[in-house]
């Protein structure tokens, strides 16, 4: 078990910034596949964006350009750099972990086995 807890969270106006951070405390993260989803009242938990293990990344259309997932593994953090926000992003923002020694960079939610308790963060117009 991967107890993952996510931080950063806030309210922002539109057009701010917020950066999130995903710790294991006690574990190192530096073997994992790591990303963020996001969950909208009443909307299913969408993939935002993921770092595998050697540093490449992917990004959901709506976010990029504007969001940067990167990690530390030093620190054994990873980070979501949000700039730009807008009030469509509005959401509770999960860190998400996959164990799987592949290089692929996952993005559905059946693909990451461990998650954090999430972070709201919220955009006003």
């Known amino acids: 078990q991967v107890l993952l807890v996510e931080s950063g969270g806030g309210l922002v106006q539109a057009g701010g910034s917020l950066r999130l951070s995903c710790a294991a405390p006690g574990r190192t993260l530096i073997i994992y596949n790591m990303g963020w989803f996001r969950q909208a009242p009443g909307k299913e938990r969408e993939f935002v964006a993921a770092i595998n293990r050697s540093g490449s990344t992917n990004y959901a259309a709506s976010v990029k350009g504007r969001f940067t997932i990167s990690r530390d593994n030093a620190k054994n953090t990873v980070y979501l750099e949000m700039n730009s926000l807008k009030p469509e992003d509005t959401a509770v923002y999960y860190c998400?972990?996959?164990?799987?020694?592949?290089?692929?960079?996952?993005?559905?939610?059946?693909?990451?086995?461990?998650w954090g308790q999430g972070t709201q963060v919220t955009v006003s117009s």
């Open positions: 998400a972990a996959d164990p799987t020694l592949s290089g692929i960079i996952r993005t559905r939610v059946y693909e990451y086995e461990y």
